[in-house]
């Protein structure tokens, strides 16, 4: 049995190198003079490919959620532990914060800022990619779990990957990536009301996800006390007829 402290440094760590990988990877293209479509596939490729390994390492022992909107649901429908959600999304702002000041020491000799406000504003059509990426995200995360899926993190680093360079929103899907979005000169920075925007069709889109797969396509529930968490899933699962 995994602590709460253990699941929460995993979470803190999970998140923030993802927020690493998400900013960086525009960062250093744009400063070798990559052109700004490369960038964009650069950065899905790069967080598919990060993404895949925290999932690996880290799902064992938090079930690597490390985005709040997915915590939020989990809690819903009794994938995660009584009374540990808030926790969660706790130590994934805070390594979304963390990975947001780590990728601007790494750069600040190219750029000397450790934290500003982004003025890049989004549009409508945009605020609703984040309702369908986030779905999409939240809707495999289940079907992987409930479908006793032994390539979880497989499945969702290659969503995210793929989503990323299909969304107008480039996908961020994650109240915590979006916050620390926020304090970036990067070009996959926002705005702050575009931001706080975001973050609300962020949870209605795993909101919507959580009803659909949750509710519709995987009617089940656990058996007594036992715990079911993405990526590391060993409990069975009773089919709700």
């Keep these: 049995m995994k602590t709460l402290r253990q699941k929460c440094t995993a979470e803190l760590i999970g998140t923030m190198f993802l927020v690493i990988v998400a900013i960086a990877s525009t960062i250093l293209p744009i400063t070798k003079g990559v052109d700004l479509g490369v960038t964009v596939f650069v950065n899905a490729v790069a967080v598919a490919f990060v993404l895949f390994a925290l999932i690996e390492a880290l799902a064992p022992i938090s079930g690597a959620h490390f985005n709040p909107a997915v915590t939020v649901v989990l809690a819903q429908t009794g994938e995660m532990r009584k009374g540990e959600a808030p926790y969660y999304i706790a130590s994934q702002f805070a390594g979304a914060f963390l990975g947001l000041i780590t990728v601007h020491l790494m750069f600040w000799d190219s750029n000397p800022v450790l934290v500003t406000v982004s003025e890049n504003v989004m549009t409508p059509s945009q605020y609703f990619a984040e309702v369908v990426g986030t779905f999409i995200l939240v809707g495999v995360i289940y079907g992987c779990v409930r479908g006793k899926s032994t390539a979880t993190g497989m499945a969702v680093a290659f969503l995210v990957g793929g989503m990323l360079v299909s969304t107008a929103s480039t996908m961020f899907a994650n109240p915590a990536v979006t916050f620390a979005r926020m304090m970036t000169y990067a ?55």
């Design 187 to 241: 070009i996959c920075g926002i705005a702050p009301a575009s931001g706080v925007v975001f973050m609300a069709m962020e949870v209605i889109g795993a909101m919507l996800a959580m009803v659909v797969f949750a509710k519709v396509l995987y009617p089940s529930r656990l058996e007594g006390k036992e715990i079911c968490e993405p990526g590391y899933c060993p409990p069975k699962l009773i089919e709700i007829k």
